[in-house]
């Protein structure tokens, strides 16, 4: 999908993501039950990142997906699938 993208394209949206604020002191506002879902083996947003977003996210669920990496959904979508339906059920 990259490579279908235009270079200028990329490196704006690059550019965007590094310039953002810092939105980790939002997370305790979320009131909502969240569910983190994150590939054991993501090296773009790792286990650690998803760590500290449930660590910030009060009531919040992390699940790591083992042999995932940053499409967790699409290497591994019976795991996904596994853990979303049954956050899902939880939630009513």
Do not use: W, Y
């Not at 590939?39 to 009060?58: N, R, V």
């Not at 499409?71 to 939630?91: G, I, M, Q, W, Y």
């Amino acid at each position: 999908m990259i490579v279908a993208n235009p270079p200028r394209g990329i490196a704006d949206a690059l550019a965007g993501l590094a310039a953002r604020a810092d939105p980790t002191a939002l997370l305790r506002e979320i009131r909502r039950l969240t569910l983190v879902v994150c590939g054991e083996e993501d090296l773009i947003t790792p286990p650690s990142d998803a760590q500290a977003l449930q660590a910030g996210i009060a009531g919040s669920t992390l699940e790591l997906l083992p042999k995932a990496g940053h499409l967790a959904s699409v290497e591994t979508p019976d795991a996904f699938n596994r853990v979303l339906d049954a956050f899902l059920r939880k939630v009513g």
